[in-house]
């Protein structure tokens, strides 16, 4: 069977593909271990926009850089209308921090491998009007983030937002035959507990979008990184991997988590999560090895 | 790379151990191709952007190796990172970013693994770990910090592959199972060992036996290695060899590195035809001979003389055999006729490794660089670390909870609460015993030499560092030597033995390694003063290289004793921001100066002037030329005369003359102190003490009828028992007329009473009061 792929600048991506989260500067120590292992261990390394811009060294691996819009879900945030565009507001510190469309398109096209349109997550319960203009103003970032790019080697990925089946079917449609390099389906984070429903979205996008690579954000826990594969998913980004890690938790054993965990445990549980999860990617290769030292 | 493989070779590729993404204790024959196995790894790695690392037990190989394959895999490839490169801040010849292949020796490593922060951008890149002669796990020394080196590797870096190296291991899958790892073995030579055995009467006879025995190799044109338990036994050997019209050089530590490649040059151009060397031809270097001859089967084991273990007589005889060249290779044993329990050598019953992080001392010294490196904070961490030790795999028992205990209480570590939670931190303290890879008992014996001695003369300073246990090279002492050291040693002042209960205390040592402490101290005394290592070490009847070592060496000490003494005067340092920072105290600067003395070679007030700035020892001959003897001097001195010395310009002598004038009320003047008090030996026995001493210490068995045998000295020896009560020995000492320690331990053995009674009485006379060289030498350690 030959396996779908992606050609990016730094490397060719075979899917399906489990895409580590990782992150830069200093608030994640563990994540600084992690990274100069990721090469052996993942096809491709996805970093938030707000940890990119922290980045001093590139990993030796296919980037890829979300919009950091996830942003629009932190108290104090607001999303504004620029010239037809989504904006969002940032209210962490004294001065309001804006992200726009333009920043974030200019900043993936120094840095990134692939890159993901500004989009604005849509939580459940949120209300009519407020969930319609977010999704209106995702599809204008998307379009106007294609309409602009420079970079014809980056591959840019086109990111849905809804509130139900329906409307993410409609979000996918907007896309499908818009010339993108790939979709990538958002928001779907407070909903993973309801899986049926999360598989649904994905089955509806994959029949909206036909054969055009599909990324999912942040769905990385391995019991559902399968179902999400044969529900048509081509790669899924988490940090799960290094979350559990981090608290001592080995996939592997995940009933026996380890006590005040060192630096280097963290690290090794870390790595061997991301084989117990590539493992669950059919078609892995390269971490067979690794996979069995641990095992 | 070969175009066909050996069959050991082969074996290992049928196996295909390399690529099976394990780890790999290979153990093989000397000569078998083992370093072509590490290069193909390495080889792989490189190829598929990897970095390497070998790990090389001497310098000297590796300097061989990194010329070998800088041609093989391109000089900007391969790296040397070893104690003679990368000084005080000096660069590498290929940098730790840019080097694919390291070449290292372990200390170098367990450097890069204490900070690897600053090694962070190499360390995860690499793919092998190649560990040349891994049995070195089992060395006293180096053993418990290589153990925990390649532990802190394989945490830091869990993809690294160890490929351990070695002919002579008796625990080969144990050592597997520590690292994860497969193991395989191979018997395969180049060239079949034949073992032989030549059997003396006497110990005279075997300087002849052994001539006769090389003069037949001789004859034939083959090349003989002999292997010798001293380094004057090898040059006595050599030259009687020679005098016998053979051509024979002696090889070991003593010389330095260029003489030894010079005669290992010879060797290897047929120029000569024998080398006669102690354990230094033991590991590494490819020097194969036709015939390997063990001439002693005991060596001085720090306490007597025991027998050699199989291990070490196998990492010599598998020199023997040169491949293309010799049909077999001869190892020959020289062993008395009475003496049946050699068989096992020939047999290679290896011994198995054992592990000694466990040890109190090695232990202690781990906890703190897992702590001080950041990598185990609490006790638990610390026990995971551990309990994946080689000891813990060999079911050796380890305590974290009382060795950190240990620790805390000598205020080497400190608990600080985070949060909920309560950390171990190293202190100033135990950082020093991490950054200068000491040991913590050095570390507190150094400071509690300057906490209770608040003065002190340089001997007294030159002594403690000398009396701690990571000085080296220790300086053996001869009896003969005693009433000169004694002699040296009441000319030093000394403000230590003022107290002597209280110099012994803070000495901590006693007997021989006291001695050879002493002996140490005065040698860089000399030194200090000569500045002439060659007439030093004539004078002292050590090797000028030793000297060199022991200059290094003590450069270390000084260098950590200063940072000691800052932590004592400044517990609570202030920011480093803040300018008001507080003069140096008296010992600090005596210290640093004492330090310059050292690494300079200079005594006197002239040695002030190294403290300033720009100023090294040779600036200062030439300014003693000049007339300029001291920092006083160089004060009053003018600028625009100073500038006559060529290559000074006025503008440096300005700035040298305004230093001096500050610097010279900094300082410290000489402390005054009594002398040392010591003695003669003046002990009334029947008998020699020493040979008394000696005595005791050594092993007797019956044989039979008025026939003993008595081993634990140099060379094993018989006594015999005359009709008419008197004993005889075949040592030389009983043919000079000497009442022999062989016939006096047989005498101990059948209790002689005077014997006992005189052996009482010298104890008796141990706690005098006073330095006594002798009594120090009848001490058991």
Redesign the interface.
């Known amino acids: 069977m030959i396996r779908k792929q992606l050609h990016t600048p730094s490397g060719t991506i075979q899917f399906p593909a489990y895409i580590p989260v990782t992150t830069f500067g200093r608030k994640y120590p563990l994540d600084g271990l992690i990274q100069p292992y990721l090469p052996r261990m993942a096809q491709a390394v996805m970093v938030s926009h707000h940890y990119a811009l922290q980045m001093t060294k590139r990993p030796r691996l296919p980037l890829m850089i979300d919009s950091g819009g996830f942003a629009a879900l932190f108290e104090g945030s607001r999303i504004l209308e620029r010239d037809g565009l989504g904006v969002l507001e940032i209210n962490l510190g004294e001065e309001p921090e804006l992200l726009t469309p333009w920043d974030v398109l200019d900043f993936q096209e120094q840095h990134a491998d692939i890159a993901f349109t500004l989009d604005f997550p849509i939580p459940p319960n949120l209300d009519k009007k407020e969930a319609t203009l977010r999704q209106k103003l995702t599809i204008k970032n998307a379009l106007w983030a294609r309409n602009n790019r420079r970079r014809s080697d980056m591959r840019l990925f086109a990111c849905i937002q809804g509130w139900d089946i329906e409307s993410i079917g409609r979000c996918a449609e907007a896309y499908a035959s818009a010339s993108f390099d790939g979709i990538a389906l958002g928001g779907m984070v407070p909903r993973a507990k309801d899986r049926k429903l999360v598989l649904s979205c994905v089955r509806e996008v994959r029949k909206k979008i036909l054969d055009l690579p599909l990324h999912v954000f942040g769905l990385g826990h391995p019991e559902f990184v399968e179902e999400l594969i044969s529900a048509g998913v081509d790669s899924i980004d988490s940090s799960a991997y290094v979350k559990a890690a981090a608290d001592g938790k080995s996939w592997f054993d995940p009933n026996t988590p380890m006590s005040e965990p060192s630096p280097t445990d963290r690290l090794r549980l870390a790595l061997e999560n991301l084989a117990f999860v590539s493992g669950k990617v059919p078609g892995r290769h390269r971490l067979q090895l690794y996979e069995k030292s641990f095992m | 790379m070969p175009p066909t493989l050996n069959p050991a070779q082969q074996k290992v590729e049928d196996h295909f151990l390399l690529k099976s993404?394990?780890s790999v204790v290979l153990q093989m024959p000397t000569g078998s191709g083992k370093t072509w196995l590490a290069k193909k790894a390495i080889h792989e790695a490189l190829v598929s952007g990897k970095r390497s690392i070998y790990l090389c037990p001497l310098k000297a190989l590796a300097e061989e190796l990194v010329k070998d394959w800088a041609q093989e895999f391109g000089k900007e490839n391969v790296g040397i990172f070893t104690g003679d490169y990368g000084k005080q801040g000096g660069k590498y010849p290929v940098s730790f970013q840019k080097a694919n292949i390291l070449i290292m020796t372990p200390e170098r490593l367990d450097g890069c693994t204490r900070s690897w922060r600053s090694h962070?951008s190499w360390i995860?890149?690499v793919d092998w770990l190649v560990v040349d002669e891994i049995h070195m796990l089992g060395d006293w020394h180096r053993g418990p910090r290589l153990e925990g080196t390649i532990s802190r590797f394989k945490?830091?870096n869990?993809?690294t592959r160890i490929l351990g190296l070695s002919a002579t291991l008796g625990n080969r899958g144990e050592l597997a199972d520590w690292l994860?790892g497969v193991e395989l073995d191979t018997d395969w030579r180049p060239v079949p060992l034949e073992w032989k055995v030549a059997r003396y009467r006497k110990p005279e006879e075997k300087p002849s036996l052994l001539a006769s025995e090389v003069a037949r190799v001789n004859r034939e044109g083959g090349q003989t290695i002999v292997f010798v338990q001293s380094r004057r036994r090898s040059e006595q050997i050599a030259k009687l060899l020679s005098e016998q019209g053979l051509n024979a050089l002696h090889h070991h530590a003593g010389l330095t590195h260029s003489k030894r490649r010079v005669v290992e040059s010879a060797f290897r151009n047929n120029q000569t035809s024998i080398l006669v060397a102690t354990s230094t031809l033991e590991m590494g270097l490819n020097l194969p001979a036709r015939q390997v001859v063990l001439y002693d089967l005991q060596a001085f084991d720090g306490i007597g003389f025991s027998p050699l273990p199989v291990n070490t007589i196998w990492q010599r005889a598998g020199r023997a055999g040169r491949p293309g060249l010799d049909d077999s290779g001869e190892a020959l044993l020289l062993a008395p006729v009475w003496e049946r329990n050699i068989d096992h050598y020939s047999k290679g019953c290896f011994e198995p490794i054992r592990s000694g992080i466990a040890r109190p001392d090695t232990l202690a010294e781990q906890i703190l660089v897992e702590v001080h490196s950041?990598?185990?904070?609490?006790e638990?961490?610390l026990k995971?670390?551990f309990n994946t030790s080689l000891a813990a795999l060999q079911k050796q028992t380890i305590d974290i909870q009382k060795n950190t205990l240990n620790m805390l209480n000598a205020g080497m570590l400190r608990k600080e609460e985070v949060g909920d939670?309560i950390l171990l931190k190293a202190t100033r303290l135990g950082h020093v015993v991490c950054r200068h890879q000491l040991q913590p008992s050095t570390v507190l014996r150094l400071r509690q030499f300057f906490e209770s001695l608040k003065s002190f003369t340089d001997f007294d300073l030159l002594l403690i560092a000398a009396s701690t246990p990571d000085c080296e090279p220790r300086l053996p002492v001869d009896y003969e030597e005693l009433e000169t050291l004694t002699e040296e040693l009441v000319r030093q002042p000394s403000r230590l033995f003022e107290d002597f209960k209280h110099a012994g205390d803070l000495l901590g040592i006693g007997g021989k390694q006291l001695l050879s402490a002493l002996k140490n101290a005065l040698v860089l005394w000399r030194w200090m003063v000569t500045g002439d290592t060659d007439m030093v070490a004539e004078e002292e009847g050590c090797y000028p290289f030793e000297i060199h070592r022991l200059i290094e060496s003590m450069d270390r000490l000084l260098l950590a004793s200063a940072s000691i003494q800052r932590a004592i005067d400044e517990p609570f340092p202030a920011d480093q921001e803040d300018s008001s920072k507080p003069p140096k105290s008296e010992a600090l600067l005596r210290i640093e100066l004492l330090r310059q003395q050292i690494l300079n070679g200079i005594e006197g007030p002239a040695a002030a002037l190294t403290l300033v700035d720009g100023i090294g020892a040779s600036w200062i001959r030439r300014l003693i030329a000049h007339g300029v003897c001291s920092l006083k001097s160089l004060a009053e001195a003018d600028s625009q005369n100073l500038a006559t010395l060529s290559k000074l310009s006025e503008k440096r002598a300005t700035d040298w003359i305004k230093q001096a004038s500050t610097l010279q009320q900094r300082v410290p003047a000489t402390v005054q102190a009594g002398r040392i008090p010591t003695r003669p030996s003046d002990i009334d026995l029947e008998v020699d003490p020493y040979r008394l001493r000696r005595a005791t210490e050594l092993n007797v068995k019956w044989s039979q009828s008025n026939l003993w045998n008595v081993t634990g000295g140099s060379e094993p020896r018989q006594v015999t028992k005359a009709e008419n009560g008197h004993f005889n020995c075949s040592c030389p000492d009983h043919a000079k007329g000497n009442t022999c320690k062989h016939q006096l331990a047989v005498r101990l053995r059948l209790n002689d009473k005077i014997l006992h009674q005189s052996f009482r009485n010298m104890n008796a006379n141990a706690e005098i009061p006073y330095l006594d060289l002798f009594g120090l030498w009848f001490e058991r350690n």
Not at chain 2, 374 to 378: C, D, I
């Open positions: 993404g394990f962070w995860p890149e945490r830091l869990p993809f994860e950041g990598l185990a904070r609490t638990n961490q995971r670390v939670r």
